[in-house]
Structures are given as C-alpha cells and as structure tokens.
C-alpha cells in the first residue's frame, strides 16, 4: 500500500566492519526510494530502552541496525561527516494479515 508513496530520495550507508581502531567502515552510499517523515515516536531500541525517534522512514527493503541513512542524495564515503545523516536506531518489519505485503520501517 505505501509503495505508491515512496517518491523521496535517501541515500543509505551499511557497516562492512571496523578498522583497526574499532570504528565502522562503510560500503557504498546506495540511492534508494523511500517515505520520510521528520516525527517523533517512541519505539523501543536493540537493547529494550524506550527511546524517541527524530524521523521514521519507510523503505521497500531490510535495513540493518547501526547504519546510516539521509534525507537526499550523497555520494559521501562516510555517513558520519554527513550533516544530517542519522543512524538507524530500530528496524521493524510487518506483514499485512494475509502476509502478501510487509511495511518496513527504520526509526531513527
């Protein structure tokens, strides 16, 4: 139902791993079409603390915990010397009652 409605651009960051400091190295920026909307709604995090979001995105795929993603476009090695990147906090998937559709949403 909401595939219709997905006419924003985001670019999307995964972690691959970590360098040899400990911090997160990146794939590639991938260009991807979704619905973003800047609201606040609490949601409970990967370590069960009730936390606010600053954006819930739909998407039309699986995202991952703990990368990143932005309102618009990028070409940025990087996310996090992107001003306005923001990590995904929470993904939660749902399938319709007859399980031919799936809403799936990051919450940042």
């Not at 997160?24 to 991807?32: D, I, K, M, S, V």
């Not at 079409?33 to 819930?56: H, L, M, P």
Request: charged residues 25%; hydrophobic residues 40%.
């Amino acid at each position: 139902m909401l595939q219709r409605h997905f006419h924003q651009a985001a670019t999307y960051w995964q972690v691959t791993g970590q360098d040899k400091f400990g911090y997160p190295t990146f794939g590639a920026a991938t260009a991807l079409e979704v619905r973003w909307e800047n609201r606040t709604e609490k949601f409970i995090d990967a370590q069960g603390v009730e936390v606010v979001s600053r954006a819930v995105v739909y998407v039309q795929q699986d995202l991952d915990i703990d990368c990143y993603l932005f309102e618009g476009t990028s070409v940025a090695a990087d996310p996090t010397k992107v001003e306005g990147a923001q990590q995904i906090r929470q993904f939660l998937d749902t399938p319709n009652l007859r399980n031919l559709t799936t809403e799936r949403k990051a919450m940042l």
